[in-house]
Nanobody
Framework: VQLQASGGGLVQAGGPLRLSCTAS????????MGWFRQAPGNEREFVAA????????YYGDSVKGRATISRDNAKNTVYLRMNSLKAGDTAVYYCAAGNMYNAYDGRLAPKYDYWGQGTQVTVSS
């Protein structure tokens, strides 16, 4: 199983961010997908999760209203869009796949079975 995240890099404060994560070796539509992030010295933080169908989504408090998670099961890809980026959004962003019953549990990192390698996002002011 591989989760390949892309789209990170240096982004301007106040600007948008678009991350993608493509899965291989897994029946993508069977998994809840999530995004987490980790800044230096901080614990891994929940960003967003999306149910298998793509209909139900959940967001962390720090990104609620600024982030949108979506998925394309035909392309085995999950997306994260964020706007109004702030310095506090600087982190390594990870995508994850979890074979869990309830997407609400996707807020919890231990519920995930597979993780991507992470992509660095740095917000410059």
């Amino acid at each position: 199983v591989q989760l390949q995240a892309s789209g990170g890099g240096l982004v301007q404060a106040g600007g948008p961010l678009r991350l993608s994560c493509t899965a291989s070796g897994v029946t993508f539509s069977s998994y809840v997908m999530g995004w987490f992030r980790q800044a230096p010295g901080n614990e891994r933080e929940f960003v967003a999760a999306i149910a298998r169908s793509g209909i139900v989504t959940y967001y962390g408090d720090s990104v609620k209203g600024r982030a949108t998670i979506s998925r394309d099961n035909a392309k085995n890809t999950v997306y994260l869009r964020m706007n109004s980026l702030k310095a506090g959004d600087t982190a390594v962003y990870y995508c994850a796949a979890g074979n869990m019953y309830n997407a609400y549990d996707g807020r919890l990192a231990p519920k995930y079975d597979y993780w991507g390698q992470g992509t660095q996002v740095t917000v410059s002011s």
